[in-house]
T-cell receptor, first 113, second 113 residues
């Protein structure tokens, strides 16, 4: 069964460093999302992406964040200068169409020291 | 932002009995609702969904009920099995948007053997 994959599973970085989280969505899906879950809190929407551009972003997704689909398979989230409060699980998701269920990857645990 | 609420942080049920997980929402623009199951260190796994034109959707042991007037949905699991022990999130999305999901805070279900 096709699935969303994410790498790395765990990323440790120093405050102020740049990180890139990678995702491979399900191959025929057209809509891509990033969510995050700070420990003990709910899963929060960050950004949605369709047709090579951002469709919607939350207030969390400030200028330090960017997303890219550099080729036909990968979907990346870049945090330019990490802060302690960026420590969280980051989930990538994809869906075939809007209104279809989103399939989530296993997540990347980001730890900012 | 508490548009989707799960007021019970945890629930314990005996194996073979019914588990009922509840979710309330405030945004009348939500028209698509989902339940996800999450194990530790994994991404959310889609369970079942319902659109606002229906009041019930069933898939095997899982049934979701939607009461639009009360802005309430519930997930029934019958019969409950120990493997159902996980955190359950309800999520909602709004018509006309990018179908970003707004998640509840989750209910930890423990099914006792």
């Amino acid at each position: 069964e096709p699935e969303v994959t994410q790498t790395p599973s765990h990323q440790v970085t120093q405050m102020g460093q740049e990180v890139i989280l990678r995702c491979v969505p399900i191959s025929n899906h057209l809509y891509f999302y990033w969510y995050r879950q700070i420990l003990g809190q709910k899963v929060e929407f960050l950004v949605s992406f369709y047709n090579n551009e951002i469709s919607e972003k939350s207030e969390i997704f400030d200028d330090q964040f960017s997303v890219e689909r550099p080729d036909g398979s990968n979907f990346t989230l870049k945090i330019r200068s990490t802060k302690l409060e960026d420590s969280a699980m980051y989930f990538c998701a994809s869906s075939l169409r809007t209104g279809n269920e989103q399939f989530f990857g296993p997540g990347t645990r980001l730890t900012v020291l | 932002d508490q548009q989707v609420k799960q007021n019970s942080p945890s629930l314990s049920v005996q194996e073979g009995r019914i588990s009922i997980l509840n979710c309330d929402y405030t945004n009348s623009m939500f028209d698509y609702f989902l339940w996800y199951k999450k194990y530790p260190a994994e991404g959310p796994t889609f369970l079942i969904s319902i659109s606002s034109i229906k009041d019930k959707n069933e898939d095997g042991r899982f049934t979701v009920f939607l009461n639009k007037s009360a802005k309430h949905l519930s997930l029934h699991i019958v019969p409950s099995q120990p493997g159902d022990s996980a955190v359950y999130f309800c999520a909602a999305s709004a018509v006309g948007g990018t179908y970003k999901y707004i998640f509840g805070t989750g209910t930890r279900l423990k099914v006792l053997a």
